[in-house]
């Protein structure tokens, strides 16, 4: 019984981690940068949930307050995902174009971006522990259903959207995507868009369970994100999406024993582990093009 | 082969469907075309020839617009359209299938097809336009479902052409259809782009397999280390001894 809990909690945690990665490894898909700045429109979510939450008046109306609280952060954080990109991310891929700091300087900037936000957050939002409303009794199914819903319609947006096909195809070759006439910037910014509002799903999830907000909230768990979607194969979607569920179900498998301080350090080594065997992820393919 | 737009009307080029005057390109630092001129009349097919770095892919990636141009004009339909971005340039009719090819691995055939049509997105066109590849390449018919990049390299370079007509491209750009490619799949696909032009798209083509492209084409340019070196009707330079010499092998 504790067996089947645990791996229904860890299920539940790995879907929400899942919604997180998504983001990371579609931005890599486009872009081949890791945009560091992810966890922190996750941040930004949870705080634009809870006030929404706050003012359809919380328990009062415990589905209309969850359902309004996602819908806007999931706007307000593709806004922002978009402003990301726009103000700090193209300008300077702009200007390194074909140089040797392309892969770099981005890295940097997306960085500051980081931690940027993290100090605009304190500052609005001041450093204390902000409590989330219960609104749910036992929030953990409704994480993984919802969670699973977000994937297939993912899914479905990736396989059957011109945008999705435009998404893949620039992720696999730029130039030959721009000869199909695809609009690179337009499409980067839906990325963004897509990316951050699957993040605000995944931090008003997280909120509802973990029940508080906080400026470096972000930190933790956009490292487990970011981590699944290496294991999974970073730029791989399926491969996001194992990569979450696994970290979750390892993570409660854990606590089970005696090690549950362990968490973190096990999910490293499993990430180590799998990159020795195969370095490019679960699912990621080092795949070189026929000449 | 149905080859018209559903919605960019017919370019009524009577002259010179491209033109390029004086084309000058820097790339790497280096002068890769130091004043190239050539035309392309709606229907033809136009060769270029030369040499491994004679400025051939330089040339069609200019044109394009996926490299810079130094100095001169090209004209399409009589319009500059020098500056101009790629992405506009195929809704403007002009296609490039690249040296390569640049089909996309992990996608399906399908999938790369329908990705040519991404300029227009028009439902009916789409599905005359692959009645219309299956005809053409019924190879590919055959693995619409399959991962591209499991299909061979001749099969690749058809993929290539075809996802290019998806676009109903006035003007087709080739670079390199032959290269690494099979004896007898080379033999198909200038086979189909004898089709493809009978149907009405104009082909300027790059190759390095001289014999291939001089019997393919209407006329053909021959360029030396950034300029053209020598012009005329294919079979002419066919027989001129000095192109015998240099590219034919004697």
């Given at each position: 019984?504790?067996?089947?809990?645990a791996?229904?909690t860890?299920?539940?945690?790995?879907g929400?981690?899942a919604?997180?990665?998504?983001?990371?490894?579609?931005?890599?898909?486009?872009?081949?940068m890791i945009?560091f700045?992810?966890?922190e429109?996750?941040?930004m979510a949870a705080?634009?949930?809870?006030?929404?939450?706050?003012?359809?008046g919380?328990?009062?109306?415990p589905?209309?307050?969850?359902?309004?609280?996602?819908?806007?952060?999931m706007?307000?954080?593709s806004?922002l995902?978009?402003?990301?990109?726009?103000?700090?991310?193209?300008p300077?891929?702009?200007?390194?174009?074909g140089?040797?700091l392309?892969r770099?300087?981005?890295?940097?900037?997306?960085?500051?971006?980081?931690?940027?936000?993290?100090?605009?957050?304190?500052?609005?939002?001041?450093?204390?522990y902000?409590?989330?409303?219960?609104?749910?009794?036992?929030?953990?199914?409704?994480?993984?259903?919802?969670?699973i819903?977000?994937m297939?319609?993912?899914?479905?947006?990736?396989?059957?959207?011109?945008?999705?096909?435009?998404m893949?195809?620039l992720?696999?070759?730029?130039?030959?995507a721009?000869?199909?006439?695809?609009r690179?910037?337009?499409?980067?910014?839906?990325?963004?868009?897509?990316?951050?509002?699957?993040?605000?799903?995944?931090?008003?999830?997280?909120c509802?369970?973990?029940?508080?907000a906080?400026?470096?909230?972000?930190?933790?768990?956009?490292?487990?994100a970011?981590?699944?979607?290496?294991?999974?194969?970073?730029?791989?979607?399926?491969g996001?999406?194992l990569?979450?569920?696994?970290i979750g179900?390892?993570?409660?498998?854990?606590?089970?024993?005696s090690y549950?301080g362990?968490?973190?350090?096990?999910?490293?080594?499993?990430?180590?582990?799998?990159?020795?065997?195969?370095?490019?992820?679960?699912?990621?393919?080092?795949?070189?093009?026929?000449? | 082969?149905?080859?018209?737009?559903?919605?960019?009307?017919p370019v009524?080029?009577?002259?010179?469907?491209l033109?390029?005057t004086?084309?000058?390109?820097?790339?790497?630092g280096?002068?890769a075309?130091?004043?190239?001129?050539?035309h392309v009349?709606k229907?033809?097919?136009v060769?270029m020839?030369?040499?491994?770095?004679a400025?051939?892919?330089?040339?069609?990636?200019?044109?394009?617009?996926l490299?810079?141009v130094?100095h001169?004009?090209?004209t399409?339909a009589?319009?500059s359209?020098?500056g101009?971005?790629?992405?506009?340039?195929?809704e403007?009719?002009?296609?490039?299938?690249?040296?390569g090819?640049?089909?996309?691995p992990t996608?399906t055939?399908?999938?790369n097809?329908?990705?040519?049509?991404?300029?227009?997105?028009d439902?009916?066109?789409?599905?005359e336009?692959?009645?219309?590849?299956?005809?053409?390449?019924?190879?590919?018919?055959?693995?619409?479902k399959q991962?591209?990049?499991?299909?061979?390299?001749?099969?690749?370079?058809?993929?290539?052409?075809?996802r290019s007509?998806?676009a109903?491209?006035?003007?087709?750009?080739?670079?390199?259809p032959s290269?690494?490619?099979a004896?007898?799949?080379?033999?198909?696909?200038?086979?189909?782009?004898?089709q493809?032009?009978?149907?009405?798209?104009?082909?300027?083509?790059?190759?390095?397999?001289?014999?291939?492209a001089?019997?393919?084409s209407?006329?053909a340019?021959?360029?030396?280390?950034?300029?053209i070196?020598?012009?005329?009707?294919?079979?002419?330079?066919?027989?001129?001894p000095?192109i015998?010499?240099a590219?034919?092998?004697?």
């Amino acid at each position: 019984m504790k067996l089947i809990d645990a791996l229904m909690t860890g299920l539940a945690q790995g879907g929400m981690i899942a919604l997180v990665a998504l983001g990371y490894t579609m931005v890599f898909g486009v872009l081949k940068m890791i945009n560091f700045a992810h966890s922190e429109v996750f941040m930004m979510a949870a705080y634009v949930g809870l006030f929404v939450i706050a003012a359809v008046g919380g328990t009062a109306h415990p589905l209309l307050a969850a359902v309004g609280g996602t819908v806007v952060a999931m706007f307000a954080c593709s806004l922002l995902g978009i402003t990301i990109e726009r103000i700090a991310y193209r300008p300077i891929r702009a200007r390194t174009r074909g140089s040797k700091l392309a892969r770099v300087t981005p890295l940097v900037t997306a960085l500051a971006v980081s931690v940027l936000l993290q100090n605009l957050a304190q500052l609005l939002f001041t450093a204390r522990y902000r409590p989330y409303p219960q609104l749910f009794q036992n929030t953990r199914p409704i994480i993984f259903v919802v969670a699973i819903a977000m994937m297939v319609f993912l899914e479905l947006v990736v396989k059957k959207t011109w945008f999705g096909k435009a998404m893949r195809a620039l992720s696999t070759n730029e130039e030959a995507a721009r000869l199909m006439g695809v609009r690179t910037s337009r499409t980067i910014a839906m990325t963004f868009a897509l990316g951050s509002s699957l993040a605000a799903v995944g931090a008003v999830l997280y909120c509802l369970d973990q029940s508080q907000a906080y400026p470096t909230m972000g930190f933790k768990i956009g490292t487990q994100a970011f981590v699944a979607a290496v294991l999974g194969g970073i730029g791989n979607i399926p491969g996001a999406m194992l990569g979450g569920l696994l970290i979750g179900i390892i993570g409660e498998m854990v606590k089970l024993t005696s090690y549950s301080g362990g968490v973190d350090v096990l999910v490293f080594v499993v990430l180590i582990l799998v990159l020795l065997a195969r370095p490019a992820g679960l699912l990621g393919t080092t795949r070189v093009e026929k000449v | 082969m149905r080859v018209a737009h559903p919605v960019r009307p017919p370019v009524d080029a009577n002259a010179a469907l491209l033109e390029v005057t004086d084309l000058r390109v820097n790339y790497g630092g280096i002068a890769a075309l130091k004043g190239v001129s050539l035309h392309v009349g709606k229907g033809e097919i136009v060769a270029m020839i030369g040499a491994n770095g004679a400025g051939k892919t330089t040339t069609l990636k200019s044109i394009v617009g996926l490299l810079p141009v130094a100095h001169g004009s090209i004209t399409y339909a009589g319009k500059s359209i020098v500056g101009m971005a790629v992405e506009d340039l195929v809704e403007a009719g002009i296609s490039l299938v690249p040296e390569g090819r640049a089909i996309f691995p992990t996608l399906t055939v399908l999938e790369n097809l329908e990705l040519g049509a991404y300029v227009h997105r028009d439902k009916k066109t789409m599905r005359e336009t692959l009645e219309d590849i299956v005809q053409l390449f019924p190879r590919l018919g055959e693995r619409m479902k399959q991962e591209a990049g499991t299909l061979s390299g001749g099969e690749q370079q058809m993929l290539a052409i075809s996802r290019s007509l998806m676009a109903r491209p006035s003007l087709l750009l080739l670079d390199e259809p032959s290269l690494g490619i099979a004896p007898k799949l080379v033999q198909q696909i200038f086979v189909a782009i004898a089709q493809i032009a009978a149907a009405g798209v104009t082909i300027l083509l790059v190759e390095q397999n001289t014999r291939v492209a001089l019997r393919a084409s209407h006329r053909a340019y021959v360029l030396r280390t950034g300029e053209i070196a020598k012009s005329g009707p294919s079979v002419e330079l066919a027989a001129d001894p000095e192109i015998q010499a240099a590219y034919l092998g004697g």
